[in-house]
């Protein structure tokens, strides 16, 4: 009698956002790739996921204006999207705005990776150069996990990672709420919108 083999999962996983968001940088640190400069228009990158039978394909869009149309064409055959905002940024602003208006159409879960958190543990404050304490950064958190938070609520989104390129699990953790997120919302339909639980 042969041995039965699992079935394979495929996962399309669309990166969007904001230029300089930090979404091509995620996907480096997630796949080891140190040694890639600059997304072009899109980039597709195959990884299994643990030791599973689940692979993502990644695909890194292009934050500008000026290849939307060309970027939307990745849209179609999501499964989920991860919405990346700078965390200095993360309120609504009018090209989340825009954004949200696009993502809606294909009525696909939308996971929001709040990035660069790792701007909110800095030692110094950038602009007055005053010293951080520890309070100000847990402050600092809270009032980004609070965004979020709102944010997910108010746009009806899947949920939230937060995630700094600085921390590896925080990113691993983003990898894994996009496959947790597709086996419950799209495999069974039925997730709450939630954190991750990373936080």
Do not use: W
């Not at 700094?164 to 339909?189: G, I, P």
């Amino acid at each position: 009698m042969p041995i039965e083999t699992p079935k394979e999962t495929v996962i399309k996983v669309v990166f969007v956002g904001e230029p300089n968001s930090g979404k091509s940088e995620i996907i480096k640190k997630h796949l080891k790739l140190d040694h890639i400069a600059k997304p072009t228009v899109f980039d597709t990158y195959r990884i299994r996921h643990g030791d599973s039978n689940t692979f993502m394909n990644i695909c890194d869009t292009n934050g500008s204006e000026e290849l939307a149309r060309l970027v939307k064409m990745s849209y179609l055959d999501a499964d989920v999207f991860v919405l990346c905002i700078e965390c200095v940024n993360a309120k609504d602003n009018l090209h989340f705005q825009q954004l949200m208006k696009e993502l809606r159409r294909p009525n696909k879960p939308i996971i929001l990776a709040v990035t660069k958190c790792d701007k909110t543990v800095r030692g110094r404050d950038e602009q007055s150069g005053e010293v951080v304490t520890s309070d100000m950064v847990t402050s600092n958190l809270e009032l980004v996990r609070n965004n979020a938070h709102e944010m997910v609520n108010k746009q009806k989104l899947t949920s939230y990672v937060l995630v700094s390129n600085k921390r590896a699990k925080s990113v691993q953790a983003l990898f894994d709420e996009v496959v947790r997120v597709y086996f419950d919302e799209v495999v069974n339909r039925g997730v709450e919108r939630s954190c991750c639980g990373c936080c």
